[in-house]
């Protein structure tokens, strides 16, 4: 064994790692965002933390429900479960660079019965050995194998940040959308008991002969109406509080979200933003850490045109009795290494570098993509906030002024200067003014914790 280990000393001190070093491709990104100067788009910090985006909202009852879903969800739950499961194989993937030690031992007793005679005989075997093994990683290939692994683990704890941010902003903009029902409905109710009293007055008009069947059956018709519209409402608020109930782990029929006012704070978007914000998207952490992961598959691919070597070495003892297993010339032992390769596979190991190299262009071509879609994602929600602001305002002109209209219109009514079917056109043109105003806004908020969502949870700088 003398000569052995000179050569294994000198394989270890020239060994190398094949395969492509990695380098994030390069990605052209614009200066500024379009629908807003200062921004600056970047490449991924996600790991920073960005705390409890929501909290901008001021609204604790949404703080407590989004608290419950690193915690409670069971799609989190699962994408946790998988980044363990990364993990661990990304420490078994270290041990590899390790010799590994193990042990054997047996005891056997067997026999044998002549067919021609009586003759029987017994023997027995005791058996202990301990044995030790080593991969040199002369290639890198166990190297770049832990390369893979340890991205592949980075990129698991992105996706499971990725999809914990996207279920609590799915969460934030369902309860949002949610409290504007709530007073969608309260409106539709107001409008109802409205609805009733004209109705009843009407009726006994009717009956006193002062007011015609047709005026009775316009407000019969505008009371009916409103009343199909709030409970049109009221099956699209509890699909809200289902999803909601879902996305908090719990069934529907454990979770309720009583109606109530929305005592919550529109966070203003800050005039300019640090260029770091885009940086923390987990998507793109994810979309990047693949890449690393597929470029270290190609150094595992090329290691498979070299030969592998491994230094394996066994000792024991082994008696056919007991007491004298331990016995000194009962010993046994083998040491030596053994070099093992691929002499002609017909270009199977060529395939399998085509193919890892492949699956690099992908994932560049998968992590630009994802920039793209990162840098319209913002902007669609920003050029859709700039238009919100004073779309909403012009929208609560119109409803100011259709509450003013079906005030006066029911002012002149009950002077009798007018027809019914007058108040009934102004008092539906003002339910709609106020409805539309309420969508608006709904969308408002949705689309600002959208926002948040787009830039990675936040536009705090870290």
């Known amino acids: 064994m003398k000569p052995v280990i000179p050569l294994v000393l000198m394989l270890l001190l020239s060994g190398c790692t094949v395969g492509p070093d990695y380098q994030r491709p390069a990605m052209a990104m614009p200066v500024h965002y379009k629908e807003a100067k200062g921004w600056q788009p970047a490449t991924p910090l996600d790991q920073q933390n960005k705390g409890e985006w929501w909290a901008v909202y ?5 703080s407590g429900l ?17 980044y363990r499961q990364a993990q661990a194989l990304a ?7 390790f010799p590994s030690l193990g042990y054997d031992s047996s005891v056997t007793r067997s026999g044998s019965h002549a067919t021609t005679g009586s003759s029987r005989t017994t023997s027995s075997s005791h058996q202990a050995e301990l044995s030790a093994s080593w991969e040199l990683d002369l290639w890198g290939k166990l190297r770049r194998t832990l390369e893979e692994n340890r991205a592949s683990a980075a990129a698991s704890a992105a996706e499971l ?24 409905i309260a409106l539709y109710q107001q409008s109802v008991a409205a609805y009733q009293r004209y109705l009843k007055v009407i009726n006994n008009q009717y009956q006193a002969g002062t007011a015609s069947l047709a005026t009775q059956a316009q407000a019969q018709m505008q009371l009916e109406s409103a009343s199909a519209s709030a409970q049109d409402y009221q099956w699209q608020r509890a699909q809200l509080e289902h999803a909601i ?5 719990k069934a529907p029929a454990d979770f309720s979200l009583p109606a109530a006012p929305l005592n919550a704070t529109l ?15 987990p998507d793109i952490a994810y979309a990047e850490r693949n890449m690393a992961a597929a470029n270290a598959a190609v150094g595992v691919a090329v290691a498979g045109y070299y030969p592998d070597l491994t230094l394996s070495a066994s000792g024991g003892v082994s008696a056919s009795a007991l007491h004298s297993l331990f016995a000194l010339p009962n010993r046994v032992w083998s040491l030596g290494p053994e070099l093992s390769g691929t002499l002609l596979d017909f270009g199977a190991t060529s395939a399998q570098v085509d193919q890892a190299r492949a699956s690099w262009d992908a994932s560049v071509a998968s992590y630009r993509q994802t920039v793209l879609a990162a840098l ?14 004073g779309e909403i305002a012009a929208q609560q002109r119109a409803a100011v002024a259709a509450q003013t209209s079906a005030r006066v219109t029911r002012n002149q009514y009950q002077a009798g200067m007018i027809d019914y079917l007058d108040v009934a056109t102004t ?23 959208a926002l948040i969502a787009a830039l990675g949870g936040g536009w705090q700088a870290p």
């Open 91 to 97: 420490s078994e993937s270290r041990a590899a660079l």
């Open 427 to 449: 008092e539906n043109s003002s339910l709609s003014e106020q409805q539309s105003l309420l969508t608006l806004q709904s969308t408002q908020w949705v689309s600002s914790v």
């Open 267 to 281: 966070p203003a978007i800050p005039a300019s933003l640090p260029g770091q914000l885009l940086q923390r998207r």
């Open 245 to 249: 109930a879902l996305l908090v782990g």
């Open 161 to 184: 940040a990725n999809i914990t941010l996207s279920a609590q902003s799915e969460l934030a903009q369902d309860y949002f959308q949610l409290r504007f029902m709530d007073q969608k």
């Open 376 to 389: 319209q994602e913002v902007e669609d929600q920003l050029v859709e906030l700039n238009t919100l602001q």
């Open 58 to 62: 001021h609204d604790a009852t949404l």
């Open 66 to 82: 989004l608290s419950q879903v690193s915690i409670s969800n069971q799609n989190v739950a699962n994408y946790a479960a998988q």
